[in-house]
Nanobody, 135 residues
Framework: QVQLVESGGGSVKAGGSLRLSCRASGFTFDLSHMGWYRQAPGNECELVSGISFDGNTYYADSVKGRFTSSQDNANNAVYLQMNRLKPEDTAVYYC?????????????????????????????WGKGTLVTISS
């Protein structure tokens, strides 16, 4: 049974830091392409960061220089270190996995807003963890 379980969300003030974790099971994690997505209330889901088994990473412009993705294959986990957080980072953050190709992370249905529908090419999704940043 495939599982992706996020943790580490919470409430912090602007300028603070949080580290999200995503633990995976039930699929070949060390050959996968992982992604972190977020959806703020009333907004479309967006891809925040991606990391592949070969170490290649991707960051949205809005988080470059503040967020860092890392991967721990020994523990089937990926992490998202979030620094210098801003109120606009407030969202539910989801971890997702693609088994075949990194381009699966960016394929999206423009008319859809929620994460699983919008980024339909991702194979597996976690349930999300809430991040709230106060000003």
């Amino acid at each position: 049974q495939v599982q992706l379980v996020e943790s580490g969300g919470g409430s912090v003030k602007a300028g603070g830091s949080l580290r999200l974790s995503c633990r995976a099971s039930g699929f070949t994690f060390d050959l996968s392409h992982m992604g972190w997505y977020r959806q703020a209330p009333g907004n479309e889901c967006e891809l925040v960061s991606g990391i592949s088994f070969d170490g290649n990473t991707y960051y949205a412009d809005s988080v470059k220089g503040r967020f860092t993705s890392s991967q721990d294959n020994a523990n089937n986990a990926v992490y998202l270190q979030m620094n210098r957080l801003k109120p606009e980072d407030t969202a539910v953050y989801y971890c997702a996995a693609a088994e075949k190709a990194p381009r699966q992370r960016v394929r999206r249905a423009e008319k859809e807003s929620n994460c699983k529908s919008r980024y339909y090419a991702m194979d597996y999704w976690g349930k999300g963890t809430l991040v709230t940043i106060s000003s």
